[in-house]
Each structure stands twice: as structure tokens, then as C-alpha cells.
């Protein structure tokens, strides 16, 4: 068995992937204390909401005034989702947006056209004109995203070429400057564990000093096992959602209440039970999964926000 690691890193995305992909309009002050309770928990990076075309989604359309209602947290980086320039802009503009740096890349046309409306190649020369937009206002690339790493519902399989490939596109264009962090997302749910091992390897051969971060959805139930599979390989950098919460709107799944994102919660309490530190309160972070239930208005997909934390049950039995 490999060693795990000491410490994993947990961002997450509940409040702005969480909340784009339901239907509904959720009130902002309800937002806004699930964000707080998700900050209070332990979390060090919380992303917000996302700076997109209202019309396309309408859930974000209030991010400015999101920002201006959260009651910042000291230590807890609050980020944002842009895709084009105008958005940018309108997070530059917000007060207590944390900024940072992306470049996100695609491996199949048909879903970089519905996601970004063009092409794999077209995405690749936008990326390169966000590096010199990023310099301009000194914003440094933290992060290099490589979509639809495993698979895509339109295209089938995605060869591991393909993946390496915009990783070494990426890499030429930040060349020179701070080594970014390189995620791998499963945007669609296609990964298996060893599929998860196969590509952590190949990233890391290809770039042996960056760390790998990991964008997991838990679509058809492997996201667990998908999670334990790459702590094995040494990853220690996941995007998360709370209580599960989270998809992708341009996915094109049967259902938007299937399951998002992996867990927060429940990949914690997986963390804790194997001697894996993550500096966050379990019990707090279970109370704002229940609170976002709450707020969804239906049972929503995570396991230890009904089972409940396990030190609990010992603590019981002593």
C-alpha cells in the first residue's frame, strides 16, 4: 500500500457549482450564511459564485452582491469563476473577490463549443490571450484545468494523449514564470480508479515539480473510490462540493439532481478515518451540509450528513 498523505487541501465549489446547475433561484441570504458556515468549518478556499452571462445562468446573476454580503473570514481565500473578459472585469471590480489566475483547456470540441462556444484549438489561442490579460493586471496563474480528462458523454473516451497534450500546451505558455497547480477534472464522470492512477502518473512525468490537484464528480458512484485511488498516488489537492451538491449545466446528464461534485464531507470523514489531518471541523462542516439541504428543499446525495461523524458514535460507546 502507498503512504497517504499528511494533509489534504480541500477547495470548494458547493456554493457556486452547487447552485448553478438547480433550477431554481435560491435568496441570496441564505447563500450567504451556507458560505459562512462552510468558512467557520475549517475550509481555506470557498468559491463564491461565478461572473458568467446571466441569461445562460441566471443562479449567478447576483454574484457582485454575494461578495458584498459575506462577512470574510481571516485566513479563507474567496474566489470566483469568470469564462470570458467581461467577467473578468466584473470580478476585478468586486470588492473581496480573491483572485486567481486560471487557464482552463478542453479535450473534446463538441463539449468546449457548449461550455465556451469554440473549438479545442480556438480555446487553446484564448488561453494564450488570458495569459497576457492575467500579466496585465498582475493576477499570476495559480491553476491550469484540463476539462473532460477521462471522458466525455459526447465524444466516448478520451485518450490520455489528448489530456497530455494541453498540459503541454499549458506548461509552454506559463513557461518562465511560477509553475501552476495542474487539475485533472472528470467533468462528466467517466474516471475509474485505475484510469485515475494512469493519468496522475502520466501528468507527473510530464511535469515531475508541479502538484496535481484532482476536479471529481461523483456522477455514476465512483467518486469515493476515485478519491481514495489518488490519495494512494500522492494527490493532495481536491476540488469539492458540499453535500454533494454540483454538476456541470452543459453536461447534458439525464437528470440535474444526479450526483455533482465529489463530497466534501463525506471524503473528509474519510480523511479522518484513516489519520489524514484536514484542518476541518467534521461536525461543522456536517451542520452547513444539512443547512444546504435545507435551503435545496430535497434529500441531497452525501452520506455522513445522515450517518453521521463516526467520533460521535466512539465517543458514545466509551
Same mark, same amino acid.
Given at each position: 500500500?502507498?503512504?497517504?498523505? @499528511? ?9 457556486r457549482?452547487?447552485f ?12 450567504v @450564511?451556507?458560505?459562512?458556515?462552510l #468558512? ?12 458568467v ?7 449567478? *446573476?447576483?454574484t457582485?452582491q454575494?461578495? *458584498?454580503?459575506i ?10 469563476? =469568470?469564462?470570458? /473578459? ?5 470580478a476585478? #471590480?468586486?470588492?473581496?473577490v ?9 479535450t ?5 463549443v457548449?461550455n465556451?462556444n469554440c473549438?479545442v484549438?480556438?480555446?487553446q /489561442? ?11 493586471h498582475?493576477?499570476?496563474?495559480? &491553476?491550469?484545468?484540463?476539462? &473532460?480528462?477521462?471522458?466525455?458523454n459526447?465524444?466516448? +473516451? +478520451?485518450p ?5 497534450? /494541453?498540459?503541454?500546451? *499549458?506548461l509552454?505558455?506559463?513557461?518562465g !514564470?511560477?509553475?501552476p497547480q ?6 462528466? !464522470? =467517466?474516471?475509474?480508479p ?7 502518473a ?25 478519491f ?18 454540483g454538476? $456541470?449545466?452543459?453536461?447534458s446528464?439525464?437528470?440535474h &439532481?444526479?450526483?455533482?461534485?465529489? $463530497? &466534501?464531507?463525506?471524503m473528509?470523514?474519510m $480523511? /479522518?478515518?484513516?489519520? +489524514? #489531518? ?5 461536525? @461543522? ?6 443547512f444546504?439541504e435545507q ?5 441531497l ?11 460521535k458514535y466512539?465517543?458514545?460507546? *466509551?
Amino acid at each position: 500500500m502507498n503512504a497517504l498523505p @499528511k494533509f489534504v487541501e480541500f477547495h470548494e465549489e458547493g456554493p457556486r457549482e452547487g447552485f448553478q446547475i438547480e433550477k431554481q433561484i435560491y435568496p441570496l441570504e441564505q447563500r450567504v @450564511k451556507l458560505i459562512e458556515m462552510l #468558512a467557520e468549518s475549517g475550509l481555506k478556499q470557498v468559491q463564491v459564485g461565478s461572473f458568467v452571462n446571466p441569461r445562460a445562468v441566471p443562479q449567478m *446573476a447576483d454574484t457582485e452582491q454575494l461578495f *458584498a454580503a459575506i462577512k470574510k473570514r481571516p485566513g479563507v481565500r474567496y474566489t470566483a469563476l =469568470w469564462l470570458n /473578459q467581461k467577467g473578468f472585469e466584473k470580478a476585478l #471590480a468586486t470588492p473581496g473577490v480573491d483572485l486567481d489566475g486560471k487557464i482552463l483547456f478542453y479535450t473534446t470540441d463538441v463539449f468546449s463549443v457548449r461550455n465556451n462556444n469554440c473549438s479545442v484549438a480556438e480555446n487553446q /489561442q484564448r488561453q494564450a490571450e488570458w495569459m497576457k490579460l492575467y500579466a496585465q493586471h498582475n493576477v499570476p496563474v495559480e &491553476t491550469v484545468y484540463v476539462m &473532460t480528462a477521462f471522458g466525455c458523454n459526447f465524444q466516448g +473516451v +478520451v485518450p490520455l494523449s489528448a489530456v497530455l497534450d /494541453q498540459f503541454k500546451f *499549458a506548461l509552454d505558455l506559463c513557461r518562465g !514564470g511560477k509553475l501552476p497547480q495542474l487539475y485533472l477534472a472528470d467533468t462528466m !464522470g =467517466w474516471a475509474n480508479p485505475e484510469s485515475i492512477k494512469e493519468r496522475i502518473a502520466a501528468v507527473r512525468e510530464l511535469a515531475p515539480a508541479a502538484r496535481i490537484g484532482l476536479h471529481l464528480h461523483d456522477t455514476r458512484g465512483l467518486g469515493p473510490a476515485n478519491f481514495y485511488a489518488a490519495l494512494e498516488a500522492g494527490v493532495d489537492l481536491f476540488d469539492s462540493s458540499v453535500a454533494g451538491l454540483g454538476g $456541470c449545466p452543459f453536461a447534458s446528464h439525464a437528470a440535474h &439532481t444526479a450526483a455533482g461534485n465529489i $463530497c &466534501t464531507e463525506d471524503m473528509v470523514l474519510m $480523511c /479522518q478515518e484513516m489519520g +489524514v #489531518a484536514t484542518g476541518i471541523d467534521l461536525d @461543522k462542516l456536517i451542520a452547513a451540509s444539512q443547512f444546504a439541504e435545507q435551503v435545496i428543499g430535497r434529500t441531497l446525495n452525501g452520506k455522513v450528513m445522515h450517518g453521521g461523524n463516526l467520533e460521535k458514535y466512539r465517543k458514545k460507546a *466509551a
